[in-house]
């Protein structure tokens, strides 16, 4: 009988172990950002947006994991030599990242630093100007941001994050560049905690 009560109270223990210390969110998110084709040093501001579903599993109290699946303008904007001023090349994404997350502070804390790394795989939805040199379907990359979870109220959640992508992959094969995707913007977000 003790070895049953023993057991219990440890499964017992686990359990409410468990349920504070692991947490999911899910919820909308929302961004600008600023988007340039590298190696080009003639880009000029180029606004973008992105708009999309986030998610967060932290299974520990300053870890967890994270990821998007979001609608992402991206591209570049370019002084040209001529007087109509300004070139466009735009490229649409489904872009996936999925983030590796570190937390400061503790669960009981409702403002909560963050820091996050990991990989982002876009794929091409729609392109404009990228003629006679189309964009290739895939790209790849890392995205870093640093950023904050604010809690609302009871499992409600602000998200915000400042994230910088660089792409790995040529963005375009018939170019004679090595063409490469990069942003930088802010993204916010309401999770909500399931």
Known sequence: MKKIIFCLSIFAGMNMFAQQTTSFSIGPTVGASHSVLMPYNNWEFNPQWTAGLSWIYGPMQHFAIGGDVRYSLEGGKFKSGSETGSSVIRMDYLRVPVKAMYFFGTYEQDFRPKITLGPSVGFLVDE???????????????????????????????????????????????????EHNANIGLQLGVLVGL
């Open 128 to 178: 404009k100007n990228t003629e006679p040199a189309p964009a290739n379907k895939v790209d790849f990359g890392l995205n870093g941001s640093v950023g904050f979870n604010y809690r609302m109220m009871e499992n409600l959640w602000l998200n915000v994050d400042a994230n910088y992508y660089q792409g790995l992959l040529k963005v375009r094969d018939a170019t004679s560049l090595s």
